[in-house]
């Protein structure tokens, strides 16, 4: 069974950092995109990063360029995302996500994906 399991969000003050882990089991892992995606309430689903061929490429959504940093540790089946200098509009639930063919590398959009973590809050207020 496909399981995507999500942990490190928080309370933080602006300015400072969180690193998100996404713990993926039940399939091959490095061959997927793997990709974080951000909802807050009363707003759209929207992507932040995505990684690709077991951590050999990765994509950003502008809003975290330069801020944010995804990666992925193939042996322990576990995708990270550093936030760095968060902000008040980091604000959101975050979900880890996997691309549905294995082998694509998936843009931001929610369609592409077949598997969904459960999220885990990030709250950026002083």
């Known amino acids: 069974e496909v399981q995507l399991v999500e942990s490190g969000g928080g309370l933080v003050q602006p300015g400072e950092s969180l690193r998100l882990s996404c713990a993926a089991s039940?399939?091959?892992?490095?061959?997927?995109?793997m990709s974080w995606f951000r909802q807050a309430p009363g707003k759209e689903r929207e992507g932040v990063a995505a990684?690709?061929?077991?951590?050999?490429?990765?994509s950003y959504a502008d809003s975290a360029k330069r801020r944010f940093t995804i990666s992925q540790d193939n042996a322990k089946n576990t995708v990270y995302l550093q936030m760095n200098s968060l902000k008040p509009e980091d604000t959101a639930m975050y979900y880890c996500?996997?691309?549905?063919?294995?082998?694509?590398?998936?843009?931001?959009?929610?369609?592409?994906?077949?598997?969904w973590g459960q999220g885990t809050q990030v709250t950026v207020s002083s």
């Open positions: 039940g399939f091959t892992f490095s061959i997927y995109t």
């Open positions: 990684i690709y061929t077991g951590g050999g490429s990765t």
């Open positions: 996500a996997r691309g549905t063919v294995p082998g694509a590398r998936y843009p931001l959009i929610g369609k592409f994906y077949n598997f």
